[in-house]
């Protein structure tokens, strides 16, 4: 038990806070309820799935500035295929997005491991190659979405052995997010490669000397984030059913959640939970203070403050670590 | 080393050694290319009004590429110098009438130190990651800024004209914005070469715990650093203020992530330790003249964006592979 607590203690403390924050906001707002929960879980979606993109690149010791961009390019693919055709087709659409998101991870992974150039600059120069792909998918905002791809994430799901009263609680888009997440993320972390993941992030050259394929590894974690960001693309298609070409402030917010929620950049250490946990703490706050009827560009300052406030302590902790 | 030399013997070797020992030859090599395939595409274009057109647009960028290349050299990255930059147009624009020009222009360079100085502060006391840090203190700015437009919303905004002068207006040819970049940069290139600060600064990218036990305060130089860096980016945003003459609130933002990109391509690596400012000028100019050509070539946004992400990594990339054998 002592050492459940000790090996969680991050995770435990983001979900004791967000427990507080759900608290603080049904005091602020008695109405706070169902309708509540299933607004934050549909808005955390997008942001949650661009944070498990850059978990997975951060864990493997790198960093992806082009996410909010393959999802730009994920989200219009989606929308022009699904703009107009059946039903049945939008079947085929979603795993043919799935699979260039695939493909423009491994790509990114690519030229990081051909180039020899540093990962960030390789994923700066291609947020501009993605963007300039989705422009041209889609000039400006449109396409469409198939019908069941947009119930995917409204209203809330029934679980024949669980009583209405306590499934009505858990929305649909929570469900989605949990089993997208856990059916990637489960076998990886059980999985060689997602040993190997951890081990390049520790410490390549002692990875190597190991005998992990440390380019392997590296193309398939950015592989791994380009699925993500297709998922991600996919519900922002789903949710407001159209593409959007421009992409969204999925970026900053992806990093901020990551190192909210105890993964360091540098690699090699933390979860997918923490991070998780993380978006939907950035979520509820910026929730409550539109609730609170606080100025929407003062939300903008809290969110930053936090994001500097927890980097800094975390930073702290980290000095006084490794004077010891 | 030696045996290395006479293992890369040949052309190839001898390419190699030049561009390692002088980089700016390749890089005016690449700029003189791009000019004159510009003037094949389109003859006649290149002349005295373009080129100084294309100078007056690279300086701002070449300036906020300096924020780039002095964090770099010590292994970070200044993502805040958008903000800091738009922050002192916006505020001199704003307090003109009420302070005059040389108040409004000392006002307005304030927030952009205090931005610097939080970022040395998280930087280099807290160790957090500069690229995290600048880019919370970029936010943190932003918001800011946008409480601070609904309380000046009524005052209006103008131009001071010594920056509209500074900015778009031309001597004999030669735009006057020379008179500020060349000081600054005579004294960010000497200073880079000749003085302590400058030294420490690559004495810190190369190898921070070694700065440190031969007696270096790093976090010292890293607060003086970036409130420089800060400084640099708020008198940038005054000049395009002077320039595109409509403070907006994303007048710096989107020539950010250009700025890092005019520093790599001009060799400067973003892990530390190396790099040198005159690379970084000839990047934003050979940036700048690629705009243009990309421009007059009517290529579509999407094609555009393409082509500029491809050029960045595919420079940096034979960038690399020269320089990587030393």
Known sequence: MLKFLRNHYWNIGLGAMLALLLIFTKIIQPNYGISGLESLSRSALTFAFATAAQTVVVIAGGIDLSIASMMAVASVTAAVMMDGASEQYALLVVPFVLLVGLAMGAINGMLIVFSRVPDIVVTLAMLFVWEGVALMILKAPGGGSAEWVKGLL??????????????????????????????????????????????????????????????????????????????????????????????????????????????????????????????????????????????????????????????????????????? | ????????????????????????????????????????????????????????????????????????????????????????????????????????????????????????????????????????????????????????????????????????????????????FVPLAVVIIVGLRRTGFGRLLYAIGENENAARLAGVRSWQVILALYALSGLIAGITGLLYLGLIKAPSLSLVEPRVLPSVAAAVIGGTSIFGGRGSYSGTIVGALILTVLATMLTIMQIPEGTRRILFGLIILVVTALYVRITQDS
């Open chain 2, 1 to 180: 080393m030696n045996t290395l030399a006479k293992q890369s013997s040949g052309i190839g070797g001898a390419l190699r050694r030049v561009v390692r020992d002088y980089p700016l030859v390749p890089l005016i090599v690449l700029l003189a290319a791009l000019v004159v395939a510009l003037e094949i595409m389109r003859p006649g274009i290149v002349n005295e009004r373009w080129i100084a057109n294309t100078i007056k647009f690279a300086i701002p960028l070449a300036m906020l590429a300096a924020c780039q290349t002095l964090t770099m050299l010590t292994g970070g990255i200044d993502l805040s110098v958008g903000t800091a930059a738009t922050v002192s147009a916006f505020v001199a624009a704003t307090q003109l009438s009420t302070l005059g020009p040389t108040g409004a222009i000392l006002v307005a360079l304030i927030p952009p130190i205090l931005i610097g100085i939080a970022n040395g502060i998280g930087v280099g006391l807290f160790r957090v990651h500069p690229l995290i840090m600048t880019l919370g203190t970029g936010l943190i700015g932003t918001g800011c800024l946008q409480v601070y437009q609904r309380t000046v919303i009524a005052s209006g905004s103008s131009v001071p004209d010594i920056l509209a002068w500074l900015g778009t207006g031309l001597t004999g040819g030669v735009p006057n914005s020379l008179l500020l």
């Open chain 1, 154 to 324: 409204i209203g809330q799901v029934a679980i024949g052995w669980l009583p209405d009263g306590l499934t009505q609680w858990i929305p649909k888009a929570l469900i989605l997010l949990i089993v997208c997440l856990g059916a990637v993320w489960l076998p990886f972390r059980r999985s060689r490669f997602g040993l190997s993941v951890y081990a390049i992030g520790s410490s390549s050259l002692a990875a190597f000397r190991s005998g992990v394929a440390v380019n392997r590894t590296r193309i398939a974690a950015y592989s791994m984030a380009g699925l993500f960001a297709a998922m991600g693309g996919l519900v922002l298609t789903a949710s407001t059913g159209i593409g959007a070409p421009i992409p969204g402030p999925y970026l900053l917010a992806s990093v901020a959640a990551v190192v909210l929620g105890g993964v360091t950049l540098g690699g090699g250490r933390g979860g997918l939970l923490g991070p998780i946990i993380a978006v939907f703490i950035l979520r509820l706050v910026r929730t409550d203070l539109a609730l609170l009827s606080v100025d929407p560009n003062v939300t903008t300052i809290v969110e930053g403050t936090i994001m500097v406030v927890v980097v800094m302590a975390g930073g702290l902790i980290a000095v006084r670590a490794s004077r010891k």
